[in-house]
């Protein structure tokens, strides 16, 4: 909707000089005639409009400035973290990393996973998200590695979620100087790459597809892999669900007998978001029984959710407002606010619609930097690599993205998470919500 302005009411002249007095002399170009009103504006500013401080702020504004609407709204109140120090038997080389990385002590979900995995259990943790579900596998895994010489092998759906953890563990290596060498196998990886990852690569990290077609059938050239798997980990397992979650089970049950045949039992430490039935959907997977983890010590901030129904246009028609229209205003309301926003789209067209409308507002000064991006799949992996560390630098006010941000990647703090649509499912819903609030704070 475009903006009014105001109109500024006409210079008075209705009140006449005394004749007594000189007469006026005319204004210079230099002069500035200043109306009554203008003179009271300037004496008594209006008092400043409340700018939202935090994702609380916006719902209570939107509440009561669009109460038709708004159809629901309920919080989800927050909770204290529930910590643990140190297992006494986590290498000192990594314990250093850690502090140098300002990680001090575990949440107890953290711990309990630690503790499972040292007596051997195959594991899933299932707590929401940003609940710091990495570290409940890479503690056992780097620890082996670093004990033993084990390697792992990393199973993600989506090759930014790869990249992401692979940047969280060479940071991790170099705060401490582990000696851990990680790398990315998929569809990116350069052809002189892929040898030394076969022969040296001590996490490998891949996806199901790469695992199916570039791994198993030629398992004879990661024989050192095999020979000395210690640990698989299965990130997002809720997304592997109906046709899908099949294909995927039969692929590790290939994985298994390949790892039979070289004298390995790897165990399984598998992750997932909030879902109803976590540990029956983990041992359908893997075959196996699983110790299931469910209860996060991670604090969480309090999360506002509003539903919001687009307004009637054409009462005669029973017409509505589009969602893209109301997407973008509430975004640009949240941006305007100084909140980072994150908008979900669920095609790649309408990111970048939504990104073309929000770029007009906020990127129409090409001398300033971008605040606005989009994130999605077709783009070149050196672009995707570029906005990914955009995004957790802190440099991008709003983000349009498809299901490819869903998942677990590092974007830093983000206050307003804005879905253009229902997701299609009640889990992705909920995980989609899960991006917001990450320190903290109320979204």
Known sequence: MPSLTPIRAPHSDATPASLSDPMPAAPSRSSTVLSQSDVSHALFPPPARPVPANGGDLAQRLQRKYADRVTGAFTLPGREGRYAPFPDDLPEALAVALRARGVTRLYSHQAEAWEATQRGEDVVVVTPTASGKSL??????????????????????????????????????????????????????????????????????????????????????????????????????HTYRGVFG???????????????????????????????????????????PTTALTESGAPTGDKHVLLWNPPVVNRDLGLRASARSQSTRIARMAIKAGLKTLIFASSRTMVEVLTKYLKDVFDHDPRKPARIRAYRGGYLPTERREAERAMRAGRIDGIVATSALELGVDIGSSDVVVLNGYPGSIAATWQRFGRAGRRQRPS
Not at 260 to 286: D, M, V, W
């Open 246 to 288: 099949s294909h995927l089970a039969n692929v590790l049950r290939r994985l298994m007998r390949i790892c039979a045949f070289y004298g390995t039992r790897p165990q399984f430490i598998l992750c997932s978001a909030t879902i109803g039935n976590p540990k029956a959907h983990a041992e359908a997977l893997i075959e196996r």
């Open 136 to 237: 409940c596998y890479t503690l056992p895994v780097v620890a082996a590695a670093m004990n033993d010489r084990s390697k792992a092998l990393y199973l993600f759906p989506t090759k930014a979620l790869a990249q992401d953890q692979v940047a969280e563990l060479l940071e991790l290596n170099a705060a401490g100087d582990l000696g851990l060498r990680a790398a990315t196998f998929d569809g990116d990886t350069p052809g002189d790459q892929r040898r030394a990852i076969r022969l040296n690569g001590d996490i490998v990290v891949t996806n199901p597809d790469m695992l199916h077609q570039g791994i198993l059938p030629h398992h004879t050239k990661w024989a050192q892999l095999f020979e000395n798997l210690r640990y698989v980990v299965i990130d997002e397992i």
